[in-house]
């Protein structure tokens, strides 16, 4: 059952990071 919820867990920090590189992108994209 941890060991779900780890891999749960390092999932939903993989995908922060995913979302904070493609925000980074788009910003750059922009030209912000």
């Given amino acids: 059952m941890a ?18 590189a493609v925000r980074d992108a788009l910003a750059e994209v922009r030209g912000e």
């Fill in 3 to 20: 060991e779900r919820w780890e891999s749960l867990f390092d999932r939903a920090a993989t995908y922060e990071v995913d979302v904070t």
